[in-house]
T-cell receptor, first 113, second 115 residues
Framework: DTGVSQDPRHKITKRGQNVTFRCDPI?????LYWYRQTLGQGPEFLTY????????KSRLLSDRFSAERPKGSFSTLEIQRTEQGDSAMYLC???????????FGSGTQLSVL | AQSVTQPDIHITVSEGASLELRCNYS??????LFWYVQSPGQGLQLLLK??????LVQGIKGFEAEFKRSQSSFNLRKPSVHWSDAAEYFC?????????????FGGGTRVLVKP
């Protein structure tokens, strides 16, 4: 497998701007997860999809955040009106099933100035 | 709600020495437990997981972990550490079988390996 790909690797933006990240999971994986990791902390669950359906969203995911997986393949995570507190590493992961091995991408590092 | 505590933020160990990383969880039902490793610039990699059965779990790279329900612990061990084991290690708990990969992570333990 080619692994989970995330784009871009790094994003620097000014406060108030919108940003969008992309995740390409392993092709046959039907579950896709987004996590956020701040410096010195473990990853925090944000949301997950089974195929194109978004099954759960964490309360960490404010109204400024939206995630989609339109055809059950790649996913996007958009943050509107970014704030400095949004600065973090955004991790995507995929698995074949709810209990299948979870494969993580290398993440998108967001810096909001 | 479940939670995970990794009491040690940093651990320094000499190459060839044994390593034990502590993990304590809080969860009312049977937990689904995981250990992940994160090397700089790389994604998180699963070392091992415990769902049920034998409480001593073998993983990749020579790691093992033991589930102790009475102590709410899932400590990770390796008998002889290699320099390549220097990384950050995360313990995680899953809420249920259906949501097995919706994980709550601990804060991590950074392992430094001395030559």
């Amino acid at each position: 497998d080619t692994g989970v790909s995330q784009d871009p690797r790094h994003k620097i933006t000014k406060r108030g701007q919108n940003v969008t990240f992309r995740c390409d999971p392993i092709s046959e994986h039907n579950r896709l997860y987004w996590y956020r990791q701040t410096l010195g902390q473990g990853p925090e669950f944000l949301t997950y999809f089974q195929n194109e359906a978004q099954l759960e969203k964490s309360r960490l995911l404010s109204d400024r955040f939206s995630a989609e997986r339109p055809k059950g393949s790649f996913s996007t995570l958009e943050i509107q009106r970014t704030e400095q507190g949004d600065s973090a590493m955004y991790l995507c992961a995929s698995s074949l099933s709810s209990q299948g091995k979870l494969f993580f991408g290398s993440g998108t590092q967001l810096s909001v100035l | 709600a479940q939670s995970v505590t990794q009491p040690d933020i940093h651990i320094t160990v000499s190459e060839g020495a044994s390593l034990e990383l502590r993990c304590n969880y809080s969860y009312g039902a049977t937990p689904y437990l995981f250990w992940y490793v994160q090397s700089p610039g790389q994604g998180l990699q699963l070392l091992l997981k415990y769902f049920s059965g034998d409480t001593l779990v073998q993983g990749i790279k020579g790691f093992e972990a033991e589930f102790k329900r009475s102590q709410s612990s899932f400590n990770l061990r390796k008998p002889s550490v290699h320099w390549s084991d220097a990384a950050e290690y995360f313990c995680a708990v899953g809420a249920s079988e259906a949501a097995g990969n919706k994980l709550t992570f601990g804060g991590g333990t950074r392992v430094l390996v001395k030559p």
